[in-house]
């Protein structure tokens, strides 16, 4: 069974700076695209960043230039470090990964279970 733990939330201020982490952990065969949501008050989950298995990550323009995606294959980790944060970033944040177990070799969608980032301005 595949499971994608998520850590790093938190309360920071307004300019400061967070790093989330999602380990992807289980009998995983491979594992394609990695991208971080988020879901804030009152409104849709949405792409924050798309980061392939090799090219270049996509953010979404609310945080391009603040928002870094990336990945350790080694470690089955994705990262997104988060600059220069603003109260609008407010949001439940959720890893995904699209993965393949070795007991059927079928690539799937997976999501992490969120954690809560909650900048004050």
């Known amino acids: 069974q595949v499971q994608l733990v998520e850590s790093g939330g938190g309360l920071v201020q307004a300019g400061g700076s967070l790093r989330l982490s999602c380990a992807a952990t289980?009998?995983?065969?491979?594992?394609?695209?990695m991208a971080w949501y988020r879901q804030g008050p009152g409104k849709q989950r949405e792409l924050v960043a798309l980061?392939?298995?090799?090219?270049?990550?996509d953010y979404a323009d609310s945080v391009k230039g603040r928002f870094t995606g990336s990945r350790d294959n080694a470690q089955k980790t994705v990262y997104l470090e988060m600059n220069s944060l603003k109260p609008e970033d407010t949001a439940v944040y959720y890893c995904?990964?699209?993965?393949?177990?070795?007991?059927?070799?079928?690539?799937?969608?997976?999501w992490g279970q969120g954690t809560q980032v909650t900048v004050s301005s």
């Open positions: 980061i392939p298995n090799g090219g270049t990550t």
């Open positions: 289980g009998t995983i065969f491979g594992i394609g695209t």
């Open positions: 995904y990964a699209r993965i393949a177990i070795y007991t059927d070799f079928q690539y799937r969608d997976y």
